[in-house]
T-cell receptor
Framework: GEDVEQSLFLSVREGDSSVINCTYT??????LYWYKQEPGAGLQLLTY?????DMKQDQRLTVLLNKKDKHLSLRIADTQTGDSAIYFC?????????FGKGTSLLVTP | SAVISQKPSRDICQRGTSLTIQCQVD?????MFWYRQQPGQSLTLIAT?????????ESGFVIDKFPISRPNLTFSTLTVSNMSPEDSSIYLC?????????????FGPGTRLLVL
């Protein structure tokens, strides 16, 4: 299948903004998702963006989509220690979701 | 939105045995899926659970090893058969909801399986 790429690790200070990046390869992807996984837990849907949108904002979260470069980003404003988790980017490819390997976000006081 | 529950939440099993995982969604959904997340890895789709017919399996997964049922629009089971330590993983049920202008996909809390 197509590869979804994410950086593996990101560390930020509490109160700063976090930006998690993702690249995908299937230009026909219809939806792109961001999920959060805390230790020992399942996947929590954070937000998603339809492929005809460039940006979506939801409280502290901002998703930017650059279809030309097949680049997706998730910005978390005012990052808190409770935001420490693994963040997965996923593209909808036909009927299935294709996931990246996840970015571990560590928020330090 | 859809709330998904799974049973059991975790289990420790002996090799050679089988375990059936149940998935219940609190609303009717268009599609249900089963994923596997091996330790420290991303999610891999096992199969799409089709209501009233055989599941659609991804490459590398077969019905004899992972039989799946979906008797109605809100319930599905995944059986991990003849288990080996390599089957130790988190198994996640997922459901897709479709509205007029959007669709979203949710995941259950997962079943953590350890095979000894």
């Amino acid at each position: 299948g197509e590869d979804v790429e994410q950086s593996l690790f990101l560390s930020v200070r509490e109160g700063d903004s976090s930006v998690i990046n993702c690249t995908y390869t299937d230009s026909s992807s219809t939806y792109l998702y961001w999920y959060k996984q805390e230790p020992g837990a399942g996947l929590q849907l954070l937000t998603y963006i339809f492929s005809n949108m460039d940006m979506k904002q939801d409280q502290r979260l901002t998703v930017l989509l650059n279809k030309k470069d097949k680049h997706l980003s998730l910005r978390i404003a005012d990052t808190q220690t409770g935001d420490s988790a693994i963040y997965f980017c996923a593209e909808r490819n036909g009927y299935a979701l294709n996931f990246g390997k996840g970015t571990s976000l560590l928020v330090t006081p | 939105s859809a709330v998904i529950s799974q049973k059991p939440s975790r289990d420790i099993c002996q090799r050679g045995t089988s375990l059936t995982i149940q998935c219940q969604v609190d609303s009717q959904v268009t599609m249900m899926f089963w994923y596997r997340q091996q330790p420290g890895q991303s999610l891999t789709l096992i199969a799409t659970a089709n209501q009233g017919s055989e599941a659609t399996y991804e490459s590398g997964f077969v019905i004899d090893k992972f039989p799946i049922s979906r008797p109605n629009l809100t319930f599905s089971t995944l059986t991990v058969s003849n288990m080996s330590p390599e089957d130790s993983s988190i198994y996640l049920c997922s459901a897709r909801t479709s509205g007029y202008i959007q669709e979203t996909q949710y995941f259950g809390p997962g079943t953590r399986l350890l095979v000894l």
